[in-house]
């Protein structure tokens, strides 16, 4: 049995890939930002955006198979409206929040472990939340320099690309409008489910020669109309 933290794992894509592990029979630790009650030793407090809740996972004793980076700020703001506290939080989330994970947990990590971040179509085409966009092409510099340099420890390190996901926040705050937008903007006339990205995270953490790679879970909107 392996044993893989899963930051994010009350999210929509959380959920499916902590669901998928578990039917595999491997153990999840939930990594959450919600304050755990009792002494629960299938959850870990770990909040991306509080450099104190990052160092404590020092402390952390458990060795690990793996970590999955699914935890998520969605785009908020336009390049009008957006303030250094909305600019920051999104780094901090997406980029410096797993950056210190890794180097907090590195010590945790087996030999052949795998991680694998979340990074998403804005990283390509842009979002109307600049900060969003950079975030996400930051991932995947992020991830691709961390397979380089963890390559030396034996871990490697992987991405997947999302467009819109169903059923999400995200897609739960659009307009009808907008969500027929993305789907008319795939070439397959349907958008990712969060158990299509499970399905590839998991790839991504078992397959042992697959490193530095990003993987596009869009229906192929790069070439739709
Ligand atoms: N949804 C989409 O359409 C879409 C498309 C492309 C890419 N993505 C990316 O996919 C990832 C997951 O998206 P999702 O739709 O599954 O997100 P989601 O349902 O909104 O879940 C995000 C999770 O992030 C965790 N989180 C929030 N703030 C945190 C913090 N400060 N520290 C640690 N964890 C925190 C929350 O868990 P707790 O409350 O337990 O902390 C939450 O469950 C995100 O990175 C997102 O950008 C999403």
Known sequence: M????????????????????????????????KKIEGNRTDSLYLDLTDYNSITKLNEFGTPLDGIV??????????????????QNKMIQIHVTGPLNTVKALLKNL?????????????ANKGSYDPMYATAKGAVISLSRTLAVELSKHKIRVNCISPGLV????????????????????TLNKRL??????????????????????????????????
């Open 2 to 33: 392996k044993t893989y933290l899963v930051v994010g794992a009350s999210g929509s894509i959380g959920i499916k890939t902590s669901e998928l592990i578990r039917t595999n029979n491997h153990r999840v630790i939930k990594g959450t930002s």
């Open 110 to 122: 087996k030999e052949d472990a795998a991680i694998v971040f979340v990074s998403s179509i804005a």
């Open 69 to 86: 980076f699914a935890a998520g700020y969605e785009p908020k703001q336009s390049i009008i409206e957006m303030s250094m506290e909305h």
């Open 192 to 225: 990712a489910k969060p158990d299509d990205c499970a399905a590839a995270i998991n790839f991504l953490l078992t397959q042992e020669h697959i490193t530095g790679q990003v993987i596009h879970i869009n229906g192929g909107q790069y070439f739709g109309a």
């Open 166 to 185: 169903e059923g999400s926040p995200v897609f739960n705050g659009m307009t009808t409008d907008f969500r027929e937008k993305h789907i008319n903007n």
